[in-house]
Every structure is written in structure tokens, then in C-alpha cells.
């Protein structure tokens, strides 16, 4: 059945050809976009939504969250705020609450995410494992995650478990813990940090992945200078997350590659970290995706529109450069060609907000803007307001 989305005040759709319309339509058919442009020059539909002068645009596409997991982190929170460092080690607390969670407990906990995400436009959305660090335990989560995201990444690489040999542990990643997953996964990640794994273990994982046949990703720059970026486009990478503590050398690399650089805003608030020098990587000509690392240690938010909001704010970059980043980026970082634009042929993912622009994303930062979102052509109406 096709639905005309019709009066729409400000359209933007990321591609090149249609760009930022005004007085636009778009029209939709089933679980693919039929067709977007102007509104009088619409063709017939079966339904008509008149969004009354509101700004459409893509859904978000959360490129990086970590949501199969159980349990919560608020003490060391607390602790991070009243000044203690953040380090990786705090994963550990989680993978025991996860380990022993059951298979239900965990979907359940997933899905109240995804659907906590939905309400604020996410529509596309990856998830990673790595809170369970045994095949058992790797392997339940990325089934799980399987059932229920978009796209899921192995992170058997997150950290090395108490009292575990770092190089044996290695091994049983590159080997029967990625043989058990593979099936459920599109990529692999690693944690190539100070503290997680060191330069030559995450290309020992890296390499394992390519010779599977899958994607890989890397975790890198993000709690100081390192080799993750550099790794990540040797790799040829789909795209190298955080990217906090970069070097002349690493966003030059970025620059002349095809590995995104995926900032993480949220997680830098919540660590107190430096926020990452988006404006450098754009300048350089870098490919910038946002995204939530949602997780229960270091990011605990599953809202886009904050991590938009923030960089707006906080990190220079134009209000039309962070939704482009936490949609189109989002894709690109994923290597997907079907999200995170408007355009004939693409899913049908897209959000209404209750405002006449994107740039109340950042104008109104906190406020929940989400009117309506499309996720593959399902309506669901979260802020049936009248716009004021």
C-alpha cells in the first residue's frame, strides 16, 4: 500500500540530486521509498499523512551501540563523576551480570533499547556483542542480537577476561569463538586500546575476520594516541570508533581512505574525555559518522539527537553536517546504500519532527522532537502534538 506524506515544510534527504526541499512530498510503497519532490507534483497514493509544515528526514542510523547486556554500572558512574578515571576494566562487571542473565532476559532487555531508540527516530541500528567472552556466551548474544537489530558485530576482541592469558585468548577468538558466531554476524570488531588489546592482536583478529568473509570495524584513539586508526586503514576498514586522541598523521590517513571516522560524543561526556576534534576531520576531508555507543559503562543513551545536538554545540560542526553524519554517515560506516538518505529505492526509514527544520535539533537541544517515524514503511506516531 503506498502512503503520501504530504505538507512537508523542510525535507531533507542526503542525496545529491533532490537535496533540502521545501513545500515537498514523498511517497512511500510498502518498505521502499516510490518516489520524493515536490508536493503539488506528487502522484496518487493510497493514504495521505499531512505532517502540517514539519521537517522529514532520514531516519537515524546508530552505526555503534553495545546493547546485548544485562545489568547496570551506576556505581562506577558515580564514581567517574566525582572524579575517578574511566578505564576499560569496568566491562568486566558487566560481562558477569551478562553471563548470567538468561536468553530471555537479555532479547527482553534488547528489545526495550531498540524500541526506546525507535521513539526518538532511530530506525537502523547495529549492536554489538562482547559482554559475554566464552563461545557460549558470544555465540547467545549474537544470536540474539541477530533476531532483533539490523546489524550485528562481533567484539569477542572487548576485552582479555580475568585471569585469562592475553594470547590465548586471542587465539580462541580468531578461532572456535568467530567459527561459532559467524553465521549470526556481518562484522568484526576489536578493542585496540591501552588496557584491551595491543596492535598486533587486534590484526591478528582483523585478519581472522577478512579471511571469514566479513567486515571488520575497530575501536581505537580513545583513551589516548594509539595504533587503532592506523590499523583500521590498513585494513581497509568500514570505519575506526571514538577517534578521540587523534595525531596530524591519523586524520590525514582518514582523510585519504575509505574508513569512516565514528565520534561517539555521549561516551566522551560520560568518561570526561576531550570530545573528538570533529571539525579537523571534516576540514582534512574525513568521512564523520555519530553515533550512541550505547552501552551500560561508558554511553548509557540511546538518543541520536543528543549525540546531534552535542555536536552542534560542542564540537563545531553545522547542524546540516551532524544529521548528514548520524544518518548518511551512519550508513557509510555500515557500507549501506539503503539507509540513511531519501531517494527512490531506499528503505523506507524515515522521521517526522515536530519542527519546521532540522535546526531545532540543536536549537532545542533536550526536547523530544519526534512526531512520527517510518521504519521500513510501518508508521508508528510517538508526539501527536499540534505544531507550534
Known amino acids: 500500500m503506498a502512503i503520501l506524506i504530504d505538507n512537508i515544510g523542510e525535507l531533507t534527504t542526503n542525496d545529491p540530486e533532490l537535496g533540502t526541499r521545501h513545500d515537498a512530498a514523498v511517497v512511500l510503497d510498502g518498505e521502499r521509498i516510490a518516489w520524493a519532490g515536490a508536493s503539488g507534483a506528487a502522484p496518487d497514493a493510497d493514504e495521505r499523512l499531512d505532517v502540517g509544515g514539519r521537517a522529514v528526514l532520514p531516519g537515524w542510523v546508530d552505526s555503534h551501540t553495545h546493547l546485548v547486556f544485562a545489568g547496570d554500572r551506576t556505581v562506577e558512574f558515580a564514581a567517574r563523576?566525582?572524579?575517578?578515571?574511566?578505564?576499560?576494566?569496568?566491562?568486566?562487571?558487566?560481562?558477569?551480570?551478562?553471563?548470567?542473565?538468561?536468553?530471555?532476559?537479555?532479547?527482553?532487555?534488547?528489545?526495550?533499547?531498540?524500541?526506546?531508540?525507535?521513539?526518538?527516530?532511530?530506525?537502523?541500528?547495529?549492536?554489538?556483542?562482547?559482554?559475554?567472552?566464552?563461545?557460549?556466551?558470544?555465540?547467545?548474544?549474537?544470536?540474539?542480537?541477530?533476531?532483533?537489530?539490523?546489524?550485528?558485530?562481533?567484539?569477542?576482541?572487548?576485552?582479555?577476561?580475568?585471569?585469562?592469558?592475553?594470547?590465548?585468548?586471542?587465539?580462541?577468538?580468531?578461532?572456535?569463538?568467530?567459527?561459532?558466531?559467524?553465521?549470526?554476524?556481518?562484522?568484526?570488531?576489536?578493542?585496540?586500546?591501552?588496557?584491551?588489546?595491543?596492535?598486533?592482536?587486534?590484526?591478528?583478529?582483523?585478519?581472522?575476520?577478512?579471511?571469514?568473509?566479513?567486515?571488520?570495524?575497530?575501536?581505537?584513539?580513545?583513551?589516548?594516541?594509539?595504533?587503532?586508526?592506523?590499523?583500521?586503514?590498513?585494513?581497509?576498514?568500514?570505519?575506526?570508533?571514538?577517534?578521540?586522541?587523534?595525531?596530524?598523521?591519523?586524520?590525514?590517513?582518514?582523510a585519504g581512505s575509505g574508513t569512516v571516522a565514528t565520534l561517539l560524543p555521549a561516551c566522551d561526556l560520560s568518561t570526561r574525555q576531550p570530545l573528538a576534534p570533529a571539525r579537523r576531520l571534516l576540514d582534512a576531508g574525513a568521512v564523520v559518522a555519530l553515533a550512541t555507543n550505547a552501552n551500560p559503562g561508558s554511553s548509557y543513551t540511546t538518543s541520536m539527537a543528543f549525540c546531534v545536538a552535542t555536536a552542534v554545540l560542542q564540537m563545531r560542526m553545522t547542524v546540516e553536517e551532524a544529521v548528514w553524519a548520524a544518518t548518511a554517515g551512519g550508513a557509510a560506516a555500515l557500507r549501506r546504500d539503503d539507509v540513511g538518505f531519501i531517494r527512490p529505492g531506499g528503505r523506507a526509514d524515515l522521521q517526522v519532527l515536530d519542527a519546521p527544520s532540522v535546526t531545532h535539533l540543536a536549537y532545542r537541544p533536550g526536547v523530544p522532537l519526534t512526531w512520527a517515524v517510518f521504519r521500513r514503511g510501518v508508521h508508528r506516531m510517538f508526539n501527536p502534538s499540534p505544531l507550534g
Open 81 to 254: 563523576m566525582a572524579g575517578k578515571p574511566y578505564t576499560a576494566g569496568g566491562i568486566a562487571t558487566t560481562v558477569e551480570a551478562t553471563r548470567a542473565a538468561s536468553d530471555e532476559a537479555l532479547a527482553a532487555n534488547l528489545r526495550r533499547h531498540v524500541a526506546e531508540a525507535e521513539r526518538q527516530g532511530t530506525t537502523f541500528l547495529e549492536t554489538k556483542t562482547g559482554y559475554g567472552l566464552s563461545v557460549v556466551d558470544e555465540l547467545r548474544s549474537a544470536r540474539i542480537a541477530a533476531e532483533v537489530v539490523d546489524e550485528v558485530t562481533f567484539l569477542g576482541a572487548h576485552l582479555v577476561p580475568p585471569g585469562v592469558d592475553a594470547e590465548s585468548y586471542v587465539d580462541l577468538v580468531c578461532g572456535e569463538m568467530l567459527d561459532a558466531v559467524a553465521e549470526h554476524v556481518r562484522w568484526v570488531d576489536v578493542f585496540c586500546e591501552e588496557g584491551a588489546f595491543d596492535e598486533a592482536q587486534s590484526e591478528r583478529v582483523l585478519r581472522a575476520a577478512v579471511k571469514r568473509g566479513l567486515g571488520v570495524r575497530v575501536h581505537g584513539n580513545q583513551l589516548g594516541p594509539g595504533p587503532g586508526v592506523r590499523l583500521a586503514v590498513r585494513a581497509g576498514a568500514a570505519s575506526v570508533d571514538h577517534c578521540t586522541y587523534l595525531t596530524d598523521d591519523d586524520v590525514a590517513a582518514l
